[in-house]
């Protein structure tokens, strides 16, 4: 099956600078790839994803870019504000008609003010 | 209202009792998850179902069951409960126009004394 791996576990940055999450998977059949945001006492929120045919997304302040070759996938958050503090999780599935994701083990940011 | 519910929002029950989370949506898709999230391990998928007669396992189903008693509730039953099956769970909808993001409820902290 499905593997993510997540890193940084944890990760703290001075508002205003920008913040990194990576994430790899395993089974190349995979092709979406999502973006959740978990604040505290909450379920997870999706915040952005992608196709495996587009290489980058941007909404407002945050980017997800996709390396199927190196089958990676990495979270970007630039101008950090401190209601971004949350865990971040990343996840994978096969798409429209197999939903079944598998989530990375999640990141806690941190925005120091 | 909360378009993904969860009852009892926290439990605490003894070992070997049988337990009974339920969850119910108004947003009516067709597919619905459980997942339980412990601290370092991320979401991990216990069941879940892509319409009322289809139940499939997910990655740690053992010693959980589950009831589709209808397009939109979804129960989730340990059996037995024991200390290790504490944790925090969520339920969780997709479906059409939404497609592939799920949508997750509050969550239920569960303890097993």
């Known amino acids: 099956g499905e593997n993510v791996e997540q890193h940084p576990s944890t990760l703290s940055v001075q508002e205003g600078d920008s913040a990194v999450i990576k994430c790899t998977y395993s089974?190349?059949?995979?092709?979406?790839f999502p973006w959740y945001k978990q604040e505290l006492g909450k379920g997870p929120q999706l915040i952005i994803d992608i196709r495996s045919n587009v290489g980058e997304k941007k909404d407002q302040r945050i980017a997800v870019t996709l390396n199927k070759t190196a089958k990676h996938f990495s979270l970007h958050i630039t101008e950090t504000q401190p209601e971004d503090s949350a865990v971040y999780f990343c996840a994978a599935s096969k798409g429209f008609g197999n939903e079944k994701l598998t989530f990375g083990t999640g990141t806690r940011l941190t925005i120091i003010p | 209202d909360a378009d993904v519910t969860q009852t009892p929002r926290n439990r605490i029950t003894k070992t070997g009792k049988r337990i009974m989370l339920e969850c119910s949506q108004t947003k009516g898709h067709d597919r619905m998850y459980w997942y339980r999230q412990d601290p370092g391990l991320g979401l991990r998928l216990i069941y879940y179902?892509?319409?009322?007669?289809?139940?499939n396992k997910g990655e740690i189903s053992d010693g959980y069951s589950v009831s589709r008693q209808a397009q939109a509730k979804f129960s989730l039953s340990l059996e037995s409960a024991i200390p290790n099956q504490t944790a925090l769970y969520f339920c969780?909808?997709?479906?059409?126009?939404?497609?592939?993001?799920?949508?997750f409820g509050p969550g239920t902290r569960l303890t097993v004394l």
């Open positions: 969780a909808t997709s479906g059409r126009p939404a497609g592939n993001e799920q949508f």
């Open positions: 179902s892509f319409d009322v007669k289809d139940i």
């Open positions: 089974d190349s059949a995979s092709n979406y």
